[in-house]
């Protein structure tokens, strides 16, 4: 679509610095990549070196880099949300489907929006309820009872188990797993009796689940995510788990059972979370930590260990396996220089 | 169903230690939210608090916390497997469907038990067994030459790739891809040439596969899983793997190509297990472990590190970069205070 | 296929050492299970053991294993690789299949070339191109737009989301998923706003991408796949990531958004990289390292912490959490030996 910067300026919450009102944009594009008729915006210092020479007809940016753009310049505090909305101006949304395609195969009593879209291949078993406007693309299964909420949309070859109950406006990317049974197993004298999983999933409002994400149902109560969390790629949440509101988590973390996360975390990728425990609002989990115990005050808690050359690492850890040892070695020196008496003594 | 306690002591392996025999058990609930007609469980002693004001009809639990009930008590020396049974007695197990769906594509050669259930949009390959009770839910495929065993159960989206070998009473959850090409590479100046997989997988009896877990098949003899093993969700088991009967595995750990797991094993979550290594029966790994070397006897194997304050993590992170170094010092300054000769000479 | 030893020899690049060059070879086996008529290979010396006995007609080796080898030799310098073009010459691969299956469902605008086959249950969007003996083999979705180059092969349930770019010969293994959203998040006020995601994926020729790996489509950039990578499974590869060409990447890992990883790279399983950073050609990364800044140069990295025993381990790591204030008490320790003077005036 088509916008004057004037126009964008006001939409996304900024203010036109420098530029033509009239100047008609056309598209998105990055600093370097940008031509005429296109919008930018310098959001992660690391990319300023682009900005002086962008072809660019406007860029978004934070008023103290505005002397520093070449360009018409719409200022904003929150130069990366002010160009999310840009963007989503600008670039047409794909348009939406509606009925369901002959290739779905559609149980009884089911109640299917006329404003929905069921794909080729879909399968809605019994008493599934969809509302308006949502979208399945095609190869989805919605089992038994579930409701997915209005307007929410499931890529392609997405599972939703039965008794599911998603948001409003929830997205879920292709292979994602919805609701299969927790790994709940007592062990009868080494061999290994499931306990069967009667709880669901809770999906909130305006959730987003990436690409081939597993959440399983509860054991006896939900598993739940809260309105606003937002899921990366291949994360496992296991049963039980709770995810508070506006909590963000990158891709290939793995959280245990009945953990609970708070609202407006961020957790990185590769992060693992033992089960059973909490972690506090507005906590920050730096990428490939491992969450061993409750963490009840907000702040950045890490434990990845950074890669160095191969040679000094294997070094390293050999000290590593030994640093106990080391420590004691150390507590020796110290008492030994302590004074005569002592060691005389001791 | 219905149950009365009495009944229900007997068929769980319990005593009913307190209450009336003939009161009727009709739900499964956790302590904090069972009402009457519940029968809820302690296991966990972190739960012990719930005990205490539990509404629940009864209560599976250990002898030794009887007397902390204020309800009917179900005693078991194993109360967690007890529950399990209890759940299982009183929920009723969904019901099993019968015969082919005309929107699933079934190729010739196939002999598909009557008994059977292939849902919609399964692909079933040339050459393929099914037997007696099989659930297939619907959007799986399987590949020519498969065999499925008897009872088995393959959720929504599983692919089962060629000549694969699924036991019985097997199940398999949504996305699960059973079967795929090892990574098998041979590295001819610089470029990768692929080694043909020719081995297949063989999955034994009463197995569990969790959610987009992957099982390559191999390259020239087969991957293994003996009876009863449980995977959880997104494991990756790479090809000529063999994991021992009764092993449990937490979700997001990877197994390198030939590793051989042993049986009665626990592995933990997010744990990496290196190729061509053996771990003896009765192993505990515990979660975001890498295991490097066979290990030959069993016991708790440990490397995980634990997430501590970004501050402290980066001031110790930096030592541990440092820490031949620093070993090296402390030997130093043993050296010197073992003797002025020493230093002298040395 | 039969083969002779002889135009065996010739066609994978070998010398037929020992043995009778008219010996008819039907089949390939391991050293220890190969008999009459396969041919089986020497690569990993762990393996020299099963050669001293070996049944199988023939062996691929290094011409310095030959005088150890009881049976027919093909020397070659790069057995392995001598192997891999053997196996495919004798295994024939499955045939190709040509043609639309009925249930497939393929969208206007499409241009499927003849020779290709479109299996059950596969879902073509308006105006995807699928070219010369492109196999789909079912359950797979090609999003609007995308490109499918020839003999490509994806296996059942691959997910390819629109306006995507596979190049020749791919294989795309089940569950994969290419060009979903990238997870791109900007915070308003604790909010978090999606940023469109408006590039794509483009992947070279040749490539390889295992089961259940997702490839998340770019930003505003496409995220790229050069010719030869090959991916094993459940890797999350972020948007704009670019892999150069013929690195191979082992299962579990995570790539972290607009990271460039050079090319005939080597990163092992359950790797975590950083997103924003560049790593070299000829980098190898060992397993579940953690690459946190730029590798420069080619070499090893390491950063895996193995495991030992959990009684040592949880004595290492309390120190570990202390490491920063052992190395200060032998910096205080070193400032005390240095000699009394430093110590009155310090």
Known sequence: MVLTLGKLAEQVGGELQKGDPDCEITAVATLQNAGTGDISFLSNPGYKKYLYKTQASAVILSPENSADCPTAVIASSNPYVSYARAAALIVPAPSLKQGVHPGAAIEDDCEVDASAWIGPGCIIERGVVIDAGVQLDGGCFVGAGSVIGAHSHLHANVVVCHDVSIGMRVNIYPGAVIGGDGFGLANDDGKWVNVPQLGSVVVGDDVEIGSNTTIDRGALEDTVLEEGVRLDNQIQVA????????????????????????????????????????????????????????????????????????????????????????????????????????????
Chains 1, 2, 3 share one sequence.
């Open 239 to 346: 049963h039980n788990v709770h995810i508070g509101a506006h909590t963000a988590i990158a891709g290939c973390t793995g959280i245990s059972g009945s953990a609970t996360i708070g609202k407006y975390c961020m957790i990185g990728g590769g992060v693992g979370i033992v089960g059973h425990l909490e972690i506090a609002d507005h906590v920050v989990v730096t990428g490939m930590s491992l969450v061993a115990r409750s963490i009840t005050e907000p702040g950045v808690y890490s434990s990845g260990v950074p890669a160095q050359d191969n040679v000094s690492w294997n070094r390293n850890y050999a000290r590593l396996r030994q640093l106990d040892k080391l420590a004691r070695r150390v507590q020796s020196l110290e008492r030994r220089l302590a004074g005569g008496k002592k060691q005389e003594n001791g």
